[in-house]
């Protein structure tokens, strides 16, 4: 459970002053010292919160103590710079109201310290991310560059803030920081070359001095030595506590991480050197005739490296410290300056370089935090401006100071004292009045229009004529006598005339903080601001890229002959405006007491701390604190605020809106001195009860959110479960599907392996049985099968044993018998009884024999060459004539069977085997041939229509044969025909007869013993057709042509056979010459036909391959 906290809780004196009691003067400053020894530095006055100076570091800045006071009510911890912080960056986050946060108090309070604190708490609660870091990074880091160029050590403060600075950092609507603008206030730019006792000049030059590398020094032409440089005051030269050079490097780095670029870090440097260069430029007088003097540059080293630096022409600049233009009427003139003008101008030029140096860091830098977005934002202004200042010696920057801190108490009296008080009254709440000192008169007496303090200094720069510091207080004596918080020995008011705490020189204003005497010395010339245009024109003419920006006014194209507005309206104007900005915001209030005045941690003066605590008011601020009411709202925004407190009102109120606040508050039983009723705002007047209502709204809001969330947590787990509930079915269904399958497969499985062995084992019973069975068959059936053999056997041998006893019984009887045939025949045919058996027997044996061999005949072909085997002996020689019998016979038959036609073929066949076997290889080829005759089917082939009908015999015979060229051994076709009477040889193609020969004029025949188809046909000498010689031929059918001319000789009229000669060397009678044809056994070369060559004019050889 969370613990509940308040401020109440282990508190040191009291940490709200509003609860102090007695409220008195002393009871506070008790309070406050009390609380400052306990190290506890801050105290509220309701939501103001009033900050120590501890000047020590106490440990309360911590990540843990941002964590602890982030998001906590106001009172809920004690008081602390951070709930300020926290509950203004709420506000602006939350309800979207523009916030400011304005700290004060006197220099060395702690007002920059504060600001920080503020600026780093709100860094650390904003929104994360790369983006938003950067911008915050950049905007913290603004802060270390501004202190080194606007902060010094002054006798109240090592490093007092020597400019004001309002800082507007913008949030996006999430509160996320998007950027920022920084304002600054009036530098007090005086110090540059001079700086009070004690004191020193800005932090940037010490540090740049101790800082710098040897390198960079170098380049800026400058050196370590402090004492080298005038405008440098030795005599604190180096602080305690102030490390320059770790400073330096922390603002280089500040610098980079802001976003300057190296070369534009480097420009900032060499105007601070030249700063310092001038310093040390010195003019001595020159005597003229006119008997003026007029001033010469000392020693020109450092006017030289000055100009060097910036790019400066040195002769411009050195004149321009010697003469001076004056424009009046159109004319323009020069003067001369003396020493004191010369060095009055070198000090305007090192304050002029120097302030607008600063004020363009201050744009360069919102250049780079600005925000980056054109949106709405939300901002929250932090002002730390410098505090009020009573020094011995105060001059015109303090009046100026101290005027800008009057406002600022103006704004703190205008919007907590009486703008709170006038409320009441304006909304009808019962009040009684409280006093407090409202400064507005001290305001009037110094910006008033027409006859305030800074319209005289103003009437007094511009008048003609002589104007000194003087004649302003004279003014202002005249003018301002009257004025309650005016003092001057001069002024009309007598009382004053003796006052010698007040020289003449001076006036004395009594600020709400209290008296300052003021010297009038440079009030005037300081007012002014006055930079001669020779000096501005110089810098516009450098080539120094930065400078030439800083002095626009010098460009003599832009020649204003109007003067420039004085310092005291610019700032007066610029105070203005700051004035109108932090109104228009919701203020925060941070109210620096310094604890005593020698920058020590544990002194507690007292007179020091009362006198702040009068002068700031706070002891009124706590009196309308305690009589009013702590918080109003208007009833509107307080009705929509906490109607969800009250059932009537929740969730809609109709109605005025005033009457439902009342609904509300009497619902909530709320005692009614804690509140009251205004006219349109309701005001409540204790913060404890505000708290208490944001504590019952936040308690209910979470009661509502708590119920939606409940609500919209039941129906996301509703839905979750209805979806996990169907998912789950479906996986269970699924699941128990497939565990059945499982199952079911298992016990398919286990099943068919039961079915699969009893099955196996039933087989086996069977096959077991079964082959039990057949054993038991096959024993019956071989037992039975032996039985039936060994009764067949028995049977058999008992048969066999009967037959043989029957055969012995009828051998014995036939032989019993034939003994007594044999001697009863004995009796009667003893004579010739062995012929007749013996013939007997013979026919016996021969008609057995001729009735086997009827039988056993062999076929009737003529070539069957068996015979049934002869049976006895003494028939062999009439078993071979029959067989020879038999064969005739058959060969006979055979024969008888033929026609004539293949009677004649036989013939032919038998004449062929007559002439050739056994004497030409060819022979046995054509044994298989039948002896067709007609081969080239003479009657039917159209192509030889002619050639049968010339031929008027039958042909006998008609075939293709070679007729072989004598020439060459080639043959050519021819078709040979033969009748009974001739023999013609004709083309092949045409059928054209190309010889004929009648047959009585072939004398012979020659072929060879090879098997080859060659043939002369010879003619008979003397005979018609020897003519034409022997005809040398080639035929496949060389048997079958050779045999039937043979065997037509033989039917021819004289019987006279053709001779066939059969040798392998024979003469051939070609028409003219003879030649011998010559047969050779031999491999052809080509193919393995017969190849026929002419070898020589008498021989032609035929090779014939060998069988
Ligand atoms: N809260 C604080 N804790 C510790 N030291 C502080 C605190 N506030 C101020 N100081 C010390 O006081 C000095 C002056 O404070 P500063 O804020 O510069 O004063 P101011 O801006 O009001 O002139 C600081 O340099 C610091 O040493
Ligand atoms: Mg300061």
Redesign the pocket.
């Known amino acids: 459970m969370e613990v509940k906290t308040s401020l109440l809780d282990n508190m040191i004196g009291v940490g709200d002053m509003v609860l102090i009691e007695p409220l008195s003067e002393d009871a506070f400053i008790e309070n406050l010292k009390k609380r400052f020894d306990h190290n506890e530095?801050y105290t509220y006055i309701g939501s103001v919160v009033i900050?120590m100076?501890?000047?020590?570091?106490?440990p309360i800045?911590t990540a843990e103590k941002v964590e602890e006071y982030r998001n906590r009510n106001f009172y809920e911890l004690s008081p602390h710079i951070y709930a300020l912080a926290d509950e203004s960056y709420r506000s602006l986050r939350d309800q979207d109201k523009d916030q400011c946060i304005l700290?004060t108090?006197?220099?060395?309070?702690?007002?920059?310290?504060?600001?920080k604190?503020v600026m780093s708490y709100v860094a650390a609660v904003c929104g994360k991310g790369q983006e938003v870091n950067k911008v915050k990074e950049q905007l913290l880091q603004s802060n270390p560059v501004l202190e080194a160029f606007g902060?010094a050590k002054t006798v109240?403060?090592?490093?007092?803030?020597r400019f004001g600075k309002y800082m507007d950092i913008e949030f996006d609507f999430k509160g996320d920081p998007l950027g920022g603008v920084i304002s600054n206030y009036l530098l007090e730019k005086s110090r540059v070359v001079k700086q009070p006792r004690g004191e020193r000049n800005f932090h940037i030059f010490y540090q740049l001095l101790s800082g710098a590398s040897d390198d960079t020094l170098k380049k800026l032409k400058l050196d370590r030595d402090f004492s080298k440089y005038n405008y440098l005051s030795l005599d604190s030269a180096t602080v305690n506590g102030l490390d320059d050079a770790g400073s330096f490097r922390t603002v280089r780095n500040a610098m980079q991480i802001v976003g300057f670029m190296e070369d534009e870090v480097q420009s900032i440097l060499e105007l601070v050197a030249a700063v310092l260069k001038l310093g040390n430029i010195e003019f001595k007088p020159e005597s003229r005739c006119n008997g003026y003097d007029e001033s010469r540059v000392k020693d020109k080293n450092d006017l030289k490296e000055m100009c060097e630096l910036l790019g400066i022409d040195q002769s411009v600049l050195e004149r321009a410290f010697s003469y001076r233009t004056v424009e009046a009427k159109m004319e323009k003139m020069s003067t001369t300056l003396n020493v004191a003008q010369a060095y009055y101008a070198r000090d305007a030029l090192a304050k002029n370089l120097y302030s607008r140096l600063f004020s363009w860091l201050v744009n360069r830098i919102n250049e780079s935090i600005k925000a980056q977005t054109k949106t709405h934002k939300k901002v929250m202004g932090v002002l730390?401006i410098?505090?009020f200042e009573i020094f011995e010696d105060n001059s015109f920057e303090q009046f100026i100071i101290n005027y800008c801190n009057e406002k600022l108490q103006q704004i703190f009296i205008e919007l907590t004292l009486r703008e709170e008080q006038e409320e009441y009254v304006r909304e009808g709440i019962e009040w009684t009045n409280i006093e407090y000192f409202n400064n507005a008169i001290i305001c009037d007496l110094i910006e008033n229009n027409k006859n305030g303090i800074l319209a005289m200094l103003d009437e007094e720069c511009l008048r003609p004529g002589t104007v000194t510091d003087e004649t302003f207080l004279d003014k202002l004596n005249t003018v301002c006598a009257e004025h309650q918080h005016f003092e001057s020995r001069q002024s009309k008011n007598s009382k004053f005339l003796t006052d010698h705490s007040l020289p003449h020189n001076c006036f004395r204003i009594q600020h709400y903080a209290g008296k300052v005497l003021y010297r009038v010395e440079g009030f005037v010339d300081k007012n002014n601001d006055l930079l001669y245009r020779d000096l501005s024109q110089a810098m516009y003419k450098a080539k120094h890229g930065l400078i030439k920006v800083l002095f626009p006014e010098g460009n003599p194209a832009k020649v204003n002959l109007k003067r420039p507005p004085t310092a005291g309206f610019q700032f007066k104007a610029s105070v203005g405006t700051l004035m109108k900005n932090l109104l228009t915001k919701n203020p925060n209030y941070i109210r620096?007491i310094k604890p005593n005045d020698k920058?020590a941690a544990h002194i507690f003066t007292d007179s020091l701390v009362c006198h702040q605590v009068r002068y700031l008011g706070l002891m009124e601020n706590v009196r309308v604190r305690r009589a009013g009411y702590a918080f109003r709202q208007a009833y509107e925004p307080c009705l929509e605020r906490y109607k969800m407190l009250c059932k009537q009102t929740w969730p809609h109120w109709k109605g005025p809106a005033r009457k439902g606040v009342e609904v509300l508050l009497t619902d909530l039983q709320v005692p009614a001195e804690e509140f009251a009723y205004g006219r349109s705002k309701i005001f409540i007047r204790n913060p404890r009860m505000l708290f208490s209502l944001e504590e019952k709204r936040r308690q209910c809001l979470e009661n509502l959110a708590t119920l939606i969330q409940k609500i919209y947590r039941g129906w996301k787990c509703r839905t979750h479960f209805l979806l996990m509930k169907k998912s789950q079915v479906v996986v269970a269904a699924w699941y128990r599907r497939f565990a059945q399958q499982k199952k079911y497969q298992n016990i398919r499985s286990s099943a068919l392996v039961f079915q699969s062995f009893i099955r196996g084992w039933k087989a086996r019973k069977l096959l077991r049985e079964l082959k039990h069975k057949k054993r038991c068959e096959k024993a019956v059936s071989t037992i039975s099968a032996y039985w039936h053999g060994t009764q067949a056997r028995r049977e058999l041998k008992r048969l066999k044993e009967e037959a043989r006893r029957k055969h012995s019984v009828a051998v014995i009887w036939a032989y019993w018998l034939g003994l007594k045939v044999r001697r009863e025949y004995r009796k009667f045919f003893r004579a010739d009884a062995g012929k007749k058996i013996y013939a007997f027997t013979i026919q016996r044996i021969m008609q057995k024999y001729f009735l086997g061999l009827k039988k056993t005949m062999p076929s009737m072909s003529p070539v069957d060459k068996s015979w049934p085997a002869r049976p006895y002996g003494f028939l062999d020689r009439t078993h071979q004539e029959l067989r020879r019998i038999f064969h005739l016979w058959r060969c006979k038959k055979y024969r008888s069977q033929f026609t004539e036609e293949k009677k004649a073929t036989y013939k032919e066949k038998l004449a062929a085997s007559e002439l050739f076997k056994d004497k030409k290889a060819l022979y046995p080829s054509s044994v298989g041939q039948p002896f067709k005759g007609d081969y080239v089917e003479i009657t039917k082939n159209p192509k030889y229509q002619k050639l049968n009908s010339f031929v008027e015999d039958k042909v006998l015979l008609a075939d293709m044969v070679s007729k072989i060229n004598r020439a060459n051994g080639k043959g050519a076709p021819r078709v040979f025909l033969l009748t009974k009477k001739s023999l013609f040889l004709a083309d092949l193609k045409t059928g054209q007869v190309k010889a004929s020969v009648p047959l009585p004029d072939l004398s012979s025949v020659s072929v060879s013993t090879q098997n080859d188809g060659f043939f002369a046909l010879k003619i008979k000498e003397g005979s018609t057709s020897a003519a034409k010689g022997d005809f040398l031929l080639s035929s496949d059918r060389l048997i079958e042509i050779i045999t039937k001319l043979h065997c037509i000789g033989a039917t021819s009229a004289d019987k006279k056979q053709l001779k066939v000669d059969i040798s392998d060397e024979f003469l051939v009678q070609f028409k003219q010459d003879k030649v011998c044809v010559k047969f050779i056994q031999g491999t052809p070369k080509n193919g393995n036909g017969v190849a026929c060559k002419r070898k020589n004019n008498r021989l032609l050889e035929v090779s014939v391959p060998s069988p």
Do not use: H, Q, V
């Open positions: 530095i900050s100076n501890p000047y020590k570091s106490l800045y700290i108090g006197e220099s060395g309070a702690g007002k920059t310290e504060a600001s604190f902060n109240r403060n090592d490093n007092s803030s730390d410098y505090g620096c920058k």
